[in-house]
């Protein structure tokens, strides 16, 4: 029930397994039946709005044997596959939405000028003597990711670059810092707050 109400929320969601290779700026994709740009965005790891500009479409609507452009992509995939192990540990035990949503708020400080513009150095990024990521500091990103983690970090490379621009996420009850509690809530998934 979560999952369909983040569904209903930001975007329609489906599965797709990493793959390992990186896809060159020009690659021409064929569009299958049935298949969205949603499900382009998530096998090729761009977003639906760079699948959009790229091909000057205005829609969301794409046809079977139509031809799409597919933009370069700037995640490797060995970023993806950091994201899932950070994903993995900040929200293990968490809904599938809230993983969604730890890899936004990661993509979104890579698109930010606040932060460092690599996925890598978001995560490994040190700021007045902290870690950004517990996880990196206490050694559970060098667990292997779940299946679940994976996916959730195609469906937010697909939707990257819309949403509320959340940029922190923390847990009310062990959070210790008043700073991140002072940041404007923007969502709440599970025990997660998302502030901006």
């Given at each position: 029930?979560?999952?369909?109400?983040?569904?209903?929320?930001?975007?329609?969601?489906?599965?797709?397994?990493?793959?390992?290779?990186?896809?060159?700026?020009?690659?021409?994709?064929?569009?299958?039946?049935?298949?969205?740009?949603?499900?382009?965005?998530?096998?090729?790891?761009?977003?639906?709005?760079?699948?959009?500009?790229?091909?000057?479409l205005k829609s969301n609507e794409i046809y079977q044997?139509?031809?799409?452009?597919?933009?370069?992509?700037?995640?490797?995939?060995?970023?993806?596959?950091?994201?899932?192990?950070?994903?993995?540990?900040?929200?293990?035990?968490?809904?599938?939405?809230?993983?969604?949503?730890?890899?936004?708020?990661?993509?979104?400080?890579?698109?930010?000028?606040?932060?460092?513009?690599?996925?890598?150095?978001?995560?490994?990024?040190?700021?007045?003597?902290?870690?950004?990521?517990?996880?990196?500091?206490?050694?559970?990103?060098?667990?292997?990711?779940?299946?679940?983690?994976?996916?959730?970090?195609?469906?937010?490379?697909?939707?990257?670059?819309?949403?509320?621009?959340?940029?922190?996420?923390?847990?009310?009850?062990?959070?210790?810092?008043?700073?991140?509690?002072?940041?404007?809530?923007?969502?709440?998934?599970?025990?997660?707050?998302?502030?901006?």
């Amino acid at each position: 029930m979560i999952k369909k109400s983040f569904i209903i929320g930001i975007a329609a969601l489906s599965f797709v397994t990493f793959s390992s290779q990186t896809f060159a700026a020009g690659e021409v994709h064929t569009v299958e039946k049935g298949e969205s740009l949603w499900e382009i965005g998530k096998e090729k790891s761009v977003s639906v709005i760079q699948l959009k500009k790229e091909n000057d479409l205005k829609s969301n609507e794409i046809y079977q044997g139509q031809s799409i452009v597919i933009p370069a992509s700037d995640v490797t995939a060995e970023d993806r596959e950091l994201l899932a192990k950070l994903v993995h540990a900040e929200a293990k035990g968490e809904p599938y939405a809230g993983k969604v949503a730890v890899a936004t708020v990661v993509l979104n400080r890579v698109d930010s000028s606040e932060f460092p513009d690599s996925i890598k150095n978001v995560i490994y990024q040190v700021s007045n003597g902290h870690y950004a990521f517990s996880p990196v500091q206490n050694g559970q990103i060098n667990q292997a990711p779940s299946q679940e983690s994976r996916d959730a970090v195609d469906e937010a490379l697909a939707f990257r670059g819309q949403g509320k621009g959340s940029l922190f996420f923390y847990n009310p009850v062990t959070s210790t810092s008043d700073w991140i509690t002072s940041r404007e809530t923007l969502l709440t998934i599970g025990k997660h707050r998302f502030a901006k």
